[in-house]
Nanobody, 115 residues
Framework: QVQLVESGGGLVQAGGSLRLSCVAS????????MGWYRQAPGKQRELVAI???????NYVDSVKGRFTISRDNAKNTVYLQMNSLKPEDTAVYYC?????????WGQGTQVTVSS
């Protein structure tokens, strides 16, 4: 069984920064792709950023240049550094991990950006 626990969300003013963390625990070793999704009220969940086991990254256009995804393979942890936050970044952010052809989700962490 694999568990994902996110942390780091909160309330921040526009232009501010937050760093999200997601730790994968349980029977997991060297997960494949790790990523962050978000879901705003009334909208579909969307991919924000993803990072492969080899460190290749991809971002949704709206966050390019502002967000940075990284991972620590020794700790089975993925991070999302979010800078220059905008009110439209307000959403619940979910961690997602692919391991042995299965996908796992965290419980989500709220990010609220005030104008």
């Amino acid at each position: 069984q694999v568990q994902l626990v996110e942390s780091g969300g909160g309330l921040v003013q526009a232009g501010g920064s937050l760093r999200l963390s997601c730790v994968a625990s349980g029977t997991i070793f060297s997960p494949n792709t790790m990523g962050w999704y978000r879901q705003a009220p009334g909208k579909q969940r969307e991919l924000v950023a993803i990072i492969s086991s080899g460190g290749i990254t991809n971002y949704v256009d709206s966050v390019k240049g502002r967000f940075t995804i990284s991972r620590d393979n020794a700790k089975n942890t993925v991070y999302l550094q979010m800078n220059s936050l905008k009110p439209e970044d307000t959403a619940v952010y979910y961690c997602n991990v692919e391991y042995r052809f299965r996908y796992y989700w965290g419980q989500g962490t709220q990010v609220t950006v005030s104008s």
